[in-house]
């Protein structure tokens, strides 16, 4: 299971870190992934760490602002973001999988989402 937490109301510039806890196994082999879903519009992906090697990727849109990062011992993982801008307004998602990181399709296992609001 994944719970993420972290999510609330900002000002934009401001920042926030989410963190995706994970329970009833080990999810060090897996590919870590962060998605996001305004209202209206598709799951886009965020960012993805593969813990095991310290492998991070992320989505253009957020490069240079937000940091995924993971820690074994607790089996969860983060997303700093930080310079948050009003389009980052979403429902963030964590996710885990083992068949690539961009795509909602290559993860297995979602957590049950938290609100990220960005107020101007």
């Known amino acids: 299971q994944l719970q993420a937490s972290g999510g609330g109301l900002v000002q934009a510039g401001g920042s926030l870190r989410l963190s995706c806890a994970a329970s009833?196994?080990?999810?060090?082999?897996?590919?870590m992934g962060w998605f996001r879903q305004a209202p209206g519009k598709e799951r886009e992906f965020v960012a993805a760490?593969?813990?095991?090697?310290?492998?991070?990727w992320y989505a253009e849109s957020v490069k240079g602002r937000f940091t995924i990062s993971g820690d074994n011992a607790k089996n969860t993982v983060y997303l700093q973001m930080n310079s948050l801008k009003p389009e980052d307004t979403a429902v963030y998602y964590c996710a885990a999988g083992s068949r690539g990181m961009y795509t909602t399709s290559s993860y297995d296992y979602w957590g049950q989402g938290t609100l990220v609001t960005v107020s101007s």
């Open positions: 009833g196994g080990t999810f060090s082999s897996y590919v």
């Open positions: 760490i593969w813990l095991s090697r310290d492998n991070k």
